[in-house]
């Protein structure tokens, strides 16, 4: 097994010393270098190719935002946040996940003094999962207009904030539809992200409140809550059903707005890792909605989409694309 080359970056050279030992413990990961600055992150990426980057949000310097800004220019790779306690649920966070961070994790997470433990064995794999690229593309199947869209549901994962901002700035702010989003995201960064989104965005951007009309904006569930629409547009949360691995979950939003609202449901799935999503979109697609897929180009991770796209998914669109195609939906709904 080729190990996956990782780059450390953190402001304290104890904890970078201490977090290279953790994660070079088991044979997935090699680290390949440790910085103590961006600048010095930046400099290293020629010289040590790494495979994935862990960056600290107090790094001194050029800092957290700008370091992955230009690891994003110079030579992209994939990114995690590494923060510390104030880091959590903050804007920095946000910033960092919306320049092109892939995740954020809680330092108090990671117990660097038992890299033999089960959590640590299992934060490894998944490292070398999110550093995995190229999977072959899924060919576009062509799009079928939806003549009477009443909701959007958008599902990310890894990736998922970048798109996200990209994908509402291009909507425009009187957007008819109710927009619903399901972004996985360790808990404790919802807010944050929230309110970094709404600052960068013509529309609204909330979080849910349990009970409350689904209207025009863009909607996201508060931390391990699943979103499920009922009918009539209303919104419910709940944070006691256990859905795979994630809450909320993608299957579960889809899979109640195909219930809920029928042919007027669509389904958007956007970058990520794994198939979450993917029964939803199956179910959107028999109730005669419609779905479409972030490309491979354009996905940080392509897992999410391409199990999409596999799903019935009927169209596979570059990013940039997607918020072309819901006004086109809107448009066609506000005519009818």
């Known amino acids: 097994m080729i190990a996956t080359r990782v780059l450390v970056c953190d402001a304290s050279p104890d904890y970078g010393d201490s977090l290279?030992?953790?994660?070079?413990?088991?044979?997935?990961?090699?680290?390949?270098?440790?910085?103590?600055?961006?600048?010095?992150?930046?400099?290293?990426?020629?010289?040590?190719?790494?495979?994935?980057?862990?960056?600290?949000?107090?790094?001194?310097?050029?800092?957290?935002?700008?370091?992955?800004?230009?690891?994003?220019?110079?030579?992209?790779?994939?990114?995690?946040?590494?923060?510390?306690?104030?880091?959590?649920?903050?804007?920095?966070?946000?910033?960092?996940?919306?320049?092109?961070?892939?995740?954020?994790?809680?330092?108090?997470?990671?117990?660097?003094?038992?890299?033999?433990?089960?959590?640590?064995?299992?934060?490894r794999h998944r490292l070398r999962r999110l550093a995995r690229n190229g999977v072959e593309r899924v060919p576009t199947p062509p799009a079928r207009p939806n003549p009477s869209a009443r909701v959007i549901?958008?599902?990310?994962?890894?990736g998922g904030p970048a798109a996200l901002e990209l994908l509402l700035a291009g909507l425009p702010a009187d957007f008819p539809l109710p927009v619903l989003?399901?972004?996985?995201?360790?808990?404790?960064?919802?807010?944050?992200?929230?309110?970094?989104?709404?600052?960068?965005?013509?529309?609204?951007?909330?979080?849910?409140?349990?009970?409350?009309?689904?209207?025009?904006?863009?909607?996201?569930?508060?931390d391990d809550h699943h979103l499920v629409l009922e009918p009539g547009l209303r919104l419910r949360l709940d944070g006691e059903t256990v859905v795979g691995s994630h809450r909320p979950s993608g299957d579960v939003l889809l899979e109640s707005m195909?219930?809920?609202?029928?042919?007027?449901?669509?389904?958007?799935?956007?970058?990520?890792?794994?198939?979450d999503a993917a029964r939803g979109v199956e179910a959107i697609v028999r109730a005669g909605g419609s779905v479409i897929a972030q490309d491979e180009q354009s996905s940080a991770v392509f897992g999410m989409p391409r199990a999409a796209a596999e799903a019935g998914a009927e169209s596979v669109l570059p990013l940039v694309g997607i918020p072309v195609a819901l006004a086109r939906l809107a448009r066609t709904e506000a005519r009818a």
């Not at 992955?68 to 104030?86: D, L, N, R």
């Not at 195909?258 to 198939?275: D, E, F, K, N, P």
Request: aromatic share 2%; glycine share 12%.
């Open 181 to 222: 989003v399901v972004q996985h995201i360790t808990n404790g960064f919802m807010e944050g992200l929230v309110r970094r989104l709404d600052q960068l965005s013509p529309l609204p951007v909330r979080i849910v409140s349990d009970g409350q009309t689904a209207g025009p904006g863009a909607w996201f569930p508060p």
């Open 20 to 123: 290279a030992r953790f994660l070079g413990a088991g044979d997935e990961l090699e680290i390949v270098g440790v910085c103590a600055s961006g600048e010095e992150a930046v400099e290293a990426l020629r010289r040590v190719v790494p495979d994935l980057v862990t960056i600290d949000l107090d790094l001194p310097g050029m800092g957290a935002t700008r370091t992955i800004e230009a690891i994003m220019k110079a030579q992209p790779v994939p990114i995690v946040i590494v923060a510390s306690g104030a880091g959590r649920g903050s804007e920095r966070t946000a910033d960092g996940l919306v320049a092109g961070a892939l995740e954020a994790l809680p330092k108090a997470l990671l117990r660097v003094d038992e890299p033999d433990a089960a959590p640590a064995v299992a934060l």
């Open 258 to 275: 195909a219930s809920a609202a029928g042919a007027g449901a669509v389904g958007v799935v956007l970058t990520g890792m794994g198939r």
């Open 153 to 158: 549901g958008i599902c990310a994962s890894a």
